[in-house]
């Protein structure tokens, strides 16, 4: 049982170049989560999806889009990358996302993203 | 909105010695309140969870918290630290049908022989 895998693990992006990071989980879980992670700041959400086919802003959406292709896929694109957004992506999800006081996330193991 | 407070950045113990971090909440009413574990270069692993009943919670790998309402506090202790246990650590709120947790900025934990 794999949980939530990201890829890529590793990626250095240059100014202005676009990319899109992965998520998938296999949980059969509804809700899934994009946070960014920096030194002080914690984790901070930068889009969820409630269920398939919604999607909503969290704290720190500029810069960033989302797909949740299917119940399984949820993906964050930087359409022009910028050195504000070196950080450490996490991805995680929940079984029912109004539910998840009751059950916390499942992450996945990160995406260290440098953008020079 | 929910938040929480780790006041600690970084905090050195000994092998062998207690541990105790510290977090504080900020919520109105009853809130859901976690605690992860982060090893270097790893996901987050939740260690253990309260929402309701009894104030002392036990976790995983030997983990405990517990809750003072009257404080706003939630605090993890270990009583003999493992060198495995150096990570960061973090404090997670969540409320009553929100769909998101908060979550505090951390603690780093180095244990020394």
């Known amino acids: 049982n794999a949980g939530v895998t990201q890829t890529p693990k590793f990626q250095v992006l240059k100014t202005g170049q676009s990319m899109t990071l992965q998520c998938a989980q296999d949980?059969?879980?509804?809700?899934m989560y994009w946070y960014r992670q920096d030194p002080g700041m914690g984790l901070r959400l930068i889009y969820y999806?409630?269920?398939?086919?919604?999607?909503d802003k969290g704290e720190v959406p500029n810069g960033y889009n989302v797909s949740r292709l299917n119940k399984r896929e949820f993906s964050l694109r930087l359409e022009s990358a910028a050195p504000s957004q070196t950080s450490v992506y996490f991805c995680a999800s929940t079984r029912q996302g109004f539910e998840v006081s009751n059950y916390g996330y499942t992450f996945g193991s990160g995406t260290r993203l440098t953008v020079v | 909105a929910q938040s929480v407070t780790q006041p600690d950045i970084h905090i050195t113990v000994s092998e062998g010695a207690s541990l105790e971090l510290r977090c504080n909440y900020s919520y109105g009413a009853t809130p859901y309140l976690f605690w992860y574990v982060q090893s270097p270069g790893q996901g987050l692993q939740l260690l253990l969870k309260y929402f309701s009943g009894d104030t002392l919670v036990q976790g995983i790998k030997g983990f405990e918290a517990e809750f003072k309402r009257s404080q706003s506090s939630f605090n993890l202790r270990k009583p003999s630290v493992h060198w495995s246990d150096a990570a960061e650590y973090f404090c997670a709120v969540g409320a009553w049908n929100d769909y998101k947790l908060s979550f505090g900025a951390g603690t780093t934990v180095t244990v020394r022989a």
């Open positions: 999806s409630a269920s398939e086919g919604t999607t």
């Open positions: 949980m059969n879980h509804n809700s």
